[in-house]
């Protein structure tokens, strides 16, 4: 299994609709879980950490499932801006590297 | 807002000889992190840096890599001879230490190497 596994998409939406994109990740003694995003050809930039309980920012939404090992994100109300990759991140372990996912597309189209 | 940044934006070099990458952590930040990306590949962990030395590195990260910190402010990644398939995006990153927010990690807007 790989360390951190996402749907590479792409994922094509409509304006205004709702996409979820999900995340596993295989060492369940991981600690912290991101959400980045990734226009092509640029640096990651963090969107958001997942929390235990669960997060919201806005239209974005992120929860954690330790049991099941996954996390996802639920994107409301796409705007043509939230093109770009979606990258699933995974702390092992405190201050050392994350693991990235390979990241999941989305394409917003009018 | 601070950020991280990192210079060169491009840099071109040819087969075997060295290449020096240059980063400004944001200034607070204590860890210190470099990764690379393969045009079409995902982000893949080099090497981590606290405390003036590596707290972590991958098997990418052999003795053709080091990393330095040469003042209080840049981090530097060289690569002592090049190769054909060191040709990637070189991001650094830094996180702090504590607050609110600990372990996020910033990204640099990347050195994009070339290697001829």
């Known amino acids: 299994r790989k360390e951190v596994e996402q749907d590479p998409g792409p994922f094509n939406v409509p304006e205004g609709a709702t996409v979820a994109f999900n995340c596993t990740y295989s060492?369940?003694?991981?600690?912290?879980f991101f959400w980045y995003r990734q226009d092509c050809r640029k640096e990651p930039k963090l969107l958001m950490s997942?929390?235990?309980s669960g997060n919201e920012d806005g239209r974005f939404t992120a929860q954690l499932n330790r049991a099941s090992q996954y996390i996802s994100l639920l994107i409301r109300d796409s705007k043509l801006s939230d093109s770009a990759t979606y990258l699933c991140?995974?702390?092992?372990?405190?201050?050392?590297?994350?693991?990235f996912g390979t990241g999941t597309k989305l394409q917003v189209i009018p | 807002e601070p950020e991280v940044t990192q210079t060169p934006s491009h840099q071109v070099t040819q087969m075997g000889q060295e290449v020096i990458l240059r980063c400004v952590p944001i200034?607070?930040?204590?860890?210190f992190y470099w990764y690379r990306q393969i045009l079409g590949q995902k982000v893949e962990f080099l090497v981590s840096?606290?405390?003036?030395?590596?707290?972590?590195k991958s098997e990418i990260f052999d003795d053709q890599f080091s990393v330095e910190r040469p003042d209080g402010s840049n981090f530097t990644l060289k690569i002592r001879s090049t190769k054909l398939e060191d040709s990637a995006m070189y991001f650094c990153?830094?996180?702090?230490?504590?607050?609110?927010?600990?372990?996020?990690?910033?990204f640099g807007p990347g050195t994009r190497l070339t290697v001829t």
């Open positions: 990153a830094s996180t702090s230490s504590s607050g609110t927010r600990p372990y996020e990690q910033y």
């Open positions: 991140v995974v702390n092992p372990r405190g201050y050392q590297k994350v693991t």
């Open positions: 997942v929390y235990s």
């Open positions: 060492n369940s003694a991981s600690q912290s």
């Open positions: 200034s607070n930040h204590l860890y």
């Open positions: 840096f606290y405390n003036n030395e590596i707290s972590e």
